[in-house]
């Protein structure tokens, strides 16, 4: 099946929209963009249960040296992302965890993707179908001029209004 170019530019814009608009509007706009990947892999390796000594860090970006990781976790704790304590087993080591704030943020993070997905899903449902061109299976018909769904997100995750914006045409507000 042959995708209209001006659909799938159309898809990525409302893609990057979102991306946009998930980070201006949650805390993801208070660091970087190395220090949200760090972060995502210390929730992960939390999420799992593995034990993440400040030394494992290391292990996140070989090509880093351990002086920028260890730079970037000290931003991540003050900013209250990660708390860096002494480990109780071993008094020369440090833990890394995630606080309160990052487990909220991924659940914001995890609702705000849900829902665009669910929109997206929700738009594809109601293209009309075109049953004419002789197979058993119908294909979508696509609009000549496609209109992205843009949904501005809130600081729980859920948006609470859909704006129409045609391609190539930024949201308004």
């Not at 042959?2 to 893609?15: G, Q, T, V």
């Not at 030394?55 to 996140?60: C, E, K, T, V, Y």
């Not at 294909?139 to 209109?147: E, H, W």
């Given at each position: 099946m042959?995708?209209?170019?001006?659909?799938?530019?159309?898809?990525?814009?409302?893609?990057q929209r979102f991306l946009r608009q998930i980070h201006d509007q949650t805390d993801l706009a208070l660091i970087t963009q190395r220090h949200a990947r760090l972060l995502e892999w210390i929730f992960i390796k939390r999420s799992l249960g593995v034990d993440l000594p400040l030394?494992?860090?290391?292990?996140?970006l070989k090509t880093t040296s351990g002086a920028t990781i260890y730079q970037s976790l000290l931003e991540l704790e003050r900013k209250g992302f990660i708390d860096i304590?002494?480990?109780?087993?071993?008094s020369r080591?440090?833990?890394i965890d995630i606080t309160e704030k990052t487990s909220s943020l991924?659940?914001?993070?995890s609702k705000s993707v849900e829902h665009w997905a669910s929109q997206i899903r929700s738009s594809q449902a109601k293209l009309p179908t075109d049953g004419s061109n002789g197979s058993s299976q119908s294909?979508?018909?696509?609009?000549?001029?496609?209109?992205c769904t843009a949904s501005p997100v809130h600081r729980d995750g859920i948006s609470t209004e859909d704006t129409q914006v045609p391609?190539?045409?930024?949201?308004?507000?």
């Open positions: 042959n995708r209209d170019p001006s659909l799938a530019s159309c898809e990525w814009l409302a893609l030394q494992g860090a290391r292990g996140f304590s002494v480990d109780p087993l071993d080591r440090k833990q991924m659940q914001i993070l294909q979508p018909v696509r609009p000549a001029m496609p209109v391609p190539g045409q930024d949201q308004p507000g």
